[in-house]
Structure formats: structure tokens, C-alpha cells
């Protein structure tokens, strides 16, 4: 439920992250070679096979729940939870499929997911937050104070609370119309994912097109998590949200970072107490993002990192 308070502190952001895009995708692993993922999907096959060769965990919790799944896989990450060597072994393997199988085509899965930020600009400029709400998904409906996801199981109802609403596209969000992630600490957001898969052709793009070799020439130059920092760049972040995103410590970030600050790909400005980190002109055309030119960042609100999501 949402007061109006929380109506003004909606946000728009482009992307969890890949580790949270990860999460989602292995609910289409049981899906056929057709349709949108159908490419996707074999490579995955012939990589792991059906049954996941070396990321047994992951591929059987496949019927979970994918904010369970994603939760876990964050939280193992913190040596301070006592969390069991099975839930370790888990983050371990999301890790290892986010690299494989979703960080070499990021370049077009971000640019489609920022596509899809910068209409929802525009229909938040237009009308508003409450015309917002009502046109993110077919199934997705807004009835003040309520917004309805029409999904199978038990309602449920989750309170802001006060907090800030933080709206964001997920292309591997399929089966269902969305996902609600609720705040694990003081200061974090409620984000409210919803599916925005690509169409056959930007699909096509994103899978075989020129993103991918791009994708794969600049890990080669820059190292594969180099690469992965000035791709989140795109979206500032600071050092701690950066860490969090791509699941690395705040110590590499700060280093990765500051290689690329020294390159002249990022810009780096403080912001009360912590340093927020923003890629170039430069560091755009390196990332060969042609699409990025091409998506009116100034129609859409800032997208302001936050530390509950991604790696």
C-alpha cells in the first residue's frame, strides 16, 4: 500500500544488476530453444547441459522463489551471517552463471532495459506517478492505494512504510508480472521489479548481434570485471552500491575505479559522505553503446543506485 508521501519518492532506476537478472533467469531454464530466449537458452545448455553441470544448487532451485533466490546468493557474500558451506557454495554458483552467462551480453541487456526507463519517463513527466503505476505491465494495476499484481498464489500485502518506492524493468522476469523486494536495512528502498522481456528482434540484438562481440573485445582489453565496473557505470553509483552490484569488495571497487578514473572513463564526485562514480563521454564510446545515445536519459528521473541490490 502507498501513502501519498510514498508516491512522491517513487523512483525509476534501469536495472537490479546482472546478479539480480541472474536469479531471475534460471526460472527459464526448463523453457524450449524458441521464442525470445530460445538462443539464450541453448547456450546455457550447451555450457551446463540440462541439469547444471558444476551448479547443481542453482539449477535445482529453479522452482523457489527468485527473490529467495537472489537474497541468498547476496547475503552469502557477508562473512558476518554464519551463513552453512551449502549456502556459500550457492552464491558461488550465481556468481559463476552471472559471469558466464548474463555479464557477456550486459551491453544490450542494459540498453534495452534503459530504453525501456526512458518511455517510462516520459509517461511519468505525462501524467504523473499515479499514470506511471497503471501502464508498467498488463497485469500490474493500480488502485489507490493498492497496486494489484495479478499472479497465482495468496495476496499479499507489503507497506511501504515510509520508505522510498524504487520501480525498475527486469528482462528476465517472465513468468510472473513481477517481483516485490523488500527493504533488508534502515535507509533501503521497496523495489517493485517488473518483466519488460525483449521482443524477437531486440532479443536477436542482444544474443548474437554486435553488443556481444563488443561485450567480449572490451573484457578482453579492460579484464572481465574492469569491463563489468564501467558497464554499471553507465548508471552512477558509488563505491559501496558498485561493490554490492557486482559482488566484489568495496576495497576492488575502489580500485577498479580509480584505474578508470585515471583513463579518463569515469568521473568520480563526492556526495555528502560517500563518492559517486559516473562514466564519460569517453568511457561510452568505448562501451560501443550506439543505443545509449539514443535513450533520452534527461526525460527520465536519475537512476540512484542503492546498496540493498546487486552485485
Given at each position: 500500500?502507498?501513502?501519498?508521501?510514498?508516491?512522491?519518492?517513487?523512483?525509476?532506476?534501469?536495472?537490479?544488476?546482472?546478479?539480480?537478472?541472474?536469479?531471475?533467469?534460471?526460472?527459464?531454464?526448463?523453457?524450449?530453444?524458441?521464442?525470445?530466449?530460445?538462443?539464450?537458452?541453448?547456450?546455457?545448455?550447451?555450457?551446463?547441459?540440462?541439469?547444471?553441470?558444476?551448479?547443481?544448487?542453482?539449477?535445482?532451485?529453479?522452482?523457489?522463489?527468485?527473490?529467495?533466490?537472489?537474497?541468498?546468493?547476496?547475503?552469502?557474500?557477508?562473512?558476518?551471517?554464519?551463513?552453512?558451506?551449502?549456502?556459500?557454495?550457492?552464491?558461488?554458483?550465481?556468481?559463476?552463471?552471472?559471469?558466464?552467462?548474463?555479464?557477456?551480453?550486459?551491453?544490450?541487456?542494459?540498453?534495452?532495459?534503459?530504453?525501456?526507463?526512458?518511455?517510462?519517463?516520459?509517461?511519468?513527466a505525462a501524467g504523473g506517478v499515479?499514470?506511471?503505476?497503471?501502464?508498467?505491465?498488463?497485469?500490474?494495476?493500480?488502485?489507490?492505494?493498492?497496486?494489484?499484481?495479478?499472479?497465482?498464489?495468496?495476496?499479499?500485502?507489503?507497506?511501504?512504510?515510509?520508505?522510498?518506492?524504487?520501480?525498475?524493468?527486469?528482462?528476465?522476469?517472465?513468468?510472473?508480472?513481477?517481483?516485490?523486494?523488500?527493504?533488508?536495512?534502515?535507509?533501503?528502498?521497496?523495489?517493485?521489479?517488473?518483466?519488460?522481456?525483449?521482443?524477437?528482434?531486440?532479443?536477436?540484438?542482444?544474443?548474437?548481434?554486435?553488443?556481444?562481440?563488443?561485450?567480449?573485445?572490451?573484457?578482453?582489453?579492460?579484464?572481465?570485471?574492469?569491463?563489468?565496473?564501467?558497464?554499471?557505470?553507465?548508471?552512477?553509483?558509488?563505491?559501496?552500491?558498485?561493490?554490492?552490484?557486482?559482488?566484489?569488495?568495496?576495497?576492488?571497487?575502489?580500485?577498479?575505479?580509480?584505474?578508470?578514473?585515471?583513463?579518463?572513463?569515469?568521473?568520480?564526485?563526492?556526495?555528502?559522505?560517500?563518492?559517486?562514480?559516473?562514466?564519460?563521454?569517453?568511457?561510452?564510446h568505448l562501451l560501443g553503446y550506439?543505443?545509449?545515445?539514443?535513450?533520452?536519459?534527461?526525460?527520465?528521473?536519475?537512476?540512484?543506485?542503492?546498496?540493498?541490490?546487486?552485485?
Amino acid at each position: 500500500m502507498l501513502t501519498v508521501d510514498d508516491l512522491v519518492r517513487t523512483r525509476i532506476i534501469a536495472t537490479a544488476g546482472p546478479k539480480v537478472e541472474a536469479a531471475l533467469a534460471v526460472d527459464l531454464l526448463d523453457g524450449n530453444t524458441a521464442g525470445p530466449f530460445g538462443e539464450w537458452r541453448q547456450r546455457v545448455r550447451n555450457r551446463f547441459g540440462h541439469d547444471g553441470n558444476g551448479l547443481g544448487l542453482l539449477f535445482n532451485s529453479r522452482h523457489c522463489e527468485p527473490e529467495l533466490r537472489w537474497q541468498q546468493g547476496m547475503h552469502a557474500a557477508d562473512p558476518g551471517l554464519g551463513l552453512t558451506g551449502e549456502q556459500r557454495r550457492f552464491a558461488a554458483e550465481l556468481n559463476e552463471f552471472t559471469q558466464l552467462m548474463i555479464t557477456p551480453y550486459w551491453s544490450g541487456i542494459l540498453a534495452h532495459l534503459e530504453s525501456r526507463r526512458g518511455v517510462l519517463g516520459r509517461v511519468l513527466a505525462a501524467g504523473g506517478v499515479e499514470r506511471l503505476l497503471a501502464t508498467l505491465h498488463p497485469q500490474i494495476h493500480w488502485e489507490p492505494p493498492v497496486i494489484r499484481i495479478q499472479a497465482p498464489g495468496p495476496d499479499r500485502i507489503v507497506y511501504a512504510n515510509g520508505r522510498s518506492v524504487v520501480l525498475c524493468p527486469s528482462t528476465f522476469l517472465c513468468t510472473r508480472p513481477a517481483a516485490c523486494i523488500e527493504p533488508s536495512g534502515e535507509g533501503d528502498p521497496l523495489v517493485l521489479l517488473f518483466s519488460a522481456p525483449p521482443d524477437q528482434e531486440v532479443a536477436k540484438a542482444i544474443w548474437g548481434g554486435a553488443s556481444y562481440r563488443a561485450e567480449s573485445s572490451l573484457s578482453a582489453l579492460l579484464g572481465r570485471t574492469r569491463a563489468s565496473v564501467l558497464r554499471h557505470l553507465v548508471d552512477s553509483s558509488t563505491t559501496t552500491e558498485l561493490a554490492n552490484r557486482l559482488g566484489i569488495s568495496v576495497a576492488a571497487a575502489s580500485q577498479h575505479a580509480s584505474v578508470l578514473r585515471s583513463a579518463g572513463l569515469i568521473t568520480t564526485r563526492r556526495n555528502r559522505n560517500s563518492v559517486m562514480h559516473t562514466v564519460t563521454a569517453l568511457g561510452v564510446h568505448l562501451l560501443g553503446y550506439r543505443e545509449v545515445a539514443a535513450i533520452p536519459h534527461q526525460m527520465a528521473p536519475a537512476a540512484e543506485g542503492f546498496a540493498a541490490l546487486e552485485g
